[in-house]
Every structure is written in structure tokens, then in C-alpha cells.
């Protein structure tokens, strides 16, 4: 049968520590992961007040005038840090795909404190921590994002910990992989669209996340997030309130030889007649590992005599690969 909604998990027995809840929470997210990538989670335990706050200052940022947002822009093409105009970014050319760039304004972030050691800022660190460039406006901003960011990451660490356990492998079997990780918080905004879009021009084009897992927080304006079905055919995700959309990265995919899918997800247009009114906005929080943790298929990927589908990959080199050709430089 057609799956017309990813499925939607209480991940509260897991956290609650009980080895029924979390034997239950863990064979659910298997099997969305092995069926979809996607689903929906609630019963995460982050407190909706600070979800609601960080959506608002989010949607005011967007709503500034044009030249006050460009003070912020992100300061070069490699530096996943700043603002990004209007169709600044064509995620499915990252796919190696053709189509207009994406109708999508972006304001990117990195880990929240640094260590000044050469880890961290040394010539092998790139910009993955980088400063992080905040609006003067609105004055809550700065303050949201930064605790968002590290609430994220926390909630990460109990989705990778279920992840562990629905792969049947030591419960803290990612951790070293991830002490001093350089997810991504996004906040996006898909503005009225006033014009017809391109042929193929799309919110966000067709891609797969970079990352472990995605954390996605958004509204429930027409034109909205599809995930695509193993089988080939597009699925709606509909947030509900209260919930998250967590979905896979392409390495969840490497580290299981394909038994994971890092699902193809893309961002259609409102329907015409609600292309002037509807605006949409997504705070997105990437989860992506150390730079320098080595991808490589799992020890138990479930298919002990199939040779890896994948060659190890430096997180590094996996991002720098997928990010250049989304920025156009392929
Ligand atoms: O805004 C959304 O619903 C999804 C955004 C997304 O997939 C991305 O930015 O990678
Ligand atoms: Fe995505």
C-alpha cells in the first residue's frame, strides 16, 4: 500500500529509560529508517516555548529591509556562515541536477562555543568553526539561536543513541564520533512568490542531507516539505504541532551499506492561486559528526558477506564535496 504520511514516534519511553520503552521506541525508528528515512517525533522533551521563540525571531529576521539583512551576508562561498539572498543556493544542482536556484532566503550557523585550540582553528579546520555572524535585529536572536542550537544538539545525542540501538550496537557507539561535531543551524525563509517560478525552479530543489540526522522545525503554510517513497513517488510531510521531522543523512546511509536511505526530500511551490500569501519558514538544525570522523559501513550492516557499497569518506571530504556544487562549483 501507498504511504500517503511518515510515521509519527513517541520517543518519551526511550528517554524514559525502561528497556521495553526502548526496545518499542528503537524497532519503530528502524523501521521508518529502513522504509522511508523520515518520520515525526514527539514526546522529545523540548520545551515549546523555546520552540516558539526561536520561530519568531527567525520569521523577523527575514522580515527586515534587504540592505540590513546583506550586512550580515556570509562572508565567502566556503564559509557556511551569514545571510544568503534570495535564490543564493540550488540544492539539487547538488545532485548534479539542472533547474533554477532555489526561492529560498538562508541564514546559516555553526557550533555555538569553540575551543581556540588548532583542532579547532588550526589550517585542517576550515571555516567548520568559524565565528558565528548574528543580526542586530531582532535583539532576541542571538540569545534564541544560541541556546536552540545547543538544545538541538543535545536532542541529537538521544536520536543517535536510539539509532545505536535499532543497529543493535553499543549504545554510546557514536559518541567518539561526535564529541566535537559541526552541525549546522539553518533558518530559512520561502517568501511569496509574485512571479511564476522557472520550469523545474522549486522553495528547495531535490537533495539528500549531508549529515547523521536532520532536525527540522517548520509551519504548516501551503507549499511544503515532500520526502520521496523508496518505490519512487513523492510523499507529503505535514508537520504536526508539537513535533519535529527527523530524517536521515547520506551517512546513516553509508554506515549501513544502504540499508538506511538518505531519502530524497525536496521543498515544492504553493499552489498558484496561494503563491502571494503563503510564506513558509524552517529552522533547520544539521546534525553532522567531527570533521574528521572516517565513514565507513558498519561492522553489523546486516549483510555480513556484501562488500561496502561506499569507499571511507572523511566527514570533511563529504561535506566540501556536496556543499561546493550547491553553491554552483562543481
Ligand atoms: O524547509 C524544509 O521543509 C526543508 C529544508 C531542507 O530540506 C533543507 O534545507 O535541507
Ligand atoms: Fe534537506
Redesign the pocket.
Known amino acids: 500500500m501507498r504511504m500517503t504520511s511518515v510515521p509519527v514516534i513517541d520517543i518519551a519511553p526511550f528517554l524514559g529509560g525502561t528497556p521495553e520503552g526502548k526496545r518499542d521506541v528503537a524497532d519503530q525508528v528502524r523501521r521508518a529508517c529502513e522504509e522511508i528515512g523520515f518520520f515525526l517525533i514527539k514526546g522529545h522533551g523540548v520545551d515549546q516555548q523555546m520552540i516558539d521563540a526561536t520561530y519568531q525571531s527567525a520569521a523577523d529576521f527575514f522580515q527586515l529591509p534587504l540592505e540590513e539583512k546583506l550586512k550580515i551576508r556570509q562572508p565567502s562561498t566556503e564559509i557556511a556562515r551569514g545571510y544568503t539572498p534570495f535564490k543564493g543556493e540550488n540544492?539539487s544542482s547538488g545532485m548534479g541536477a539542472a533547474g533554477g536556484a532555489d526561492l529560498?532566503e538562508?541564514l546559516d550557523f555553526g557550533p555555538m562555543t569553540v575551543p581556540q585550540d588548532d583542532y579547532h582553528k588550526g589550517g585542517e579546520a576550515g571555516g567548520f568553526f568559524h565565528d558565528n555572524i548574528f543580526p542586530e535585529r531582532p535583539e532576541t536572536f542571538r540569545a534564541d539561536m544560541t541556546a536552540y542550537y545547543k538544545r538541538m544538539n543535545a536532542l541529537a545525542d538521544d536520536l543517535m543513541r536510539i539509532f545505536a540501538n535499532a543497529l543493535d550496537l553499543p549504545e554510546d557507539f557514536f559518541t567518539d564520533k561526535l564529541d566535537r561535531n559541526i552541525s549546522a543551524l539553518?533558518v530559512?525563509c520561502?517568501p511569496e512568490q509574485h512571479e511564476t517560478p522557472e520550469p523545474g525552479q522549486l522553495?528547495?530543489g531535490a537533495?539528500t542531507?549531508y549529515g547523521t540526522l536532520?532536525i527540522?522545525m517548520?509551519d504548516r503554510s501551503a507549499g511544503?516539505?515532500q520526502a520521496r517513497h523508496r518505490d519512487g513517488y513523492w510523499v507529503d510531510?505535514t508537520?504536526e504541532p508539537g513535533t519535529y521531522?527527523i530524517?536521515l543523512g547520506d551517512l546513516m546511509q553509508i554506515w549501513t551499506n544502504d540499508r538506511w536511505v538518505s531519502t530524497l526530500?525536496?521543498?515544492v511551490n504553493p499552489p498558484a492561486e496561494l503563491a502571494e500569501t503563503s510564506r513558509?519558514?524552517?529552522v533547520?538544525f544539521?546534525h553532522q559528526p567531527n570533521y574528521d570522523a572516517v565513514i565507513t559501513a558498519l561492522p553489523n550492516r546486516g549483510q555480513e558477506d556484501a562488500t561496502p557499497n561506499y569507499a571511507p569518506v572523511t566527514y570533511k571530504d563529504h561535506w566540501t564535496g556536496k556543499w561546493n556544487a550547491s553553491r554552483g562549483k562543481m
Open positions: 540544492l529560498k538562508i539553518r530559512i520561502y522553495r528547495g537533495h542531507d536532520t527540522l517548520s511544503g516539505l510531510v508537520i521531522v530524517n526530500h525536496r521543498v513558509r519558514h524552517s533547520v544539521f
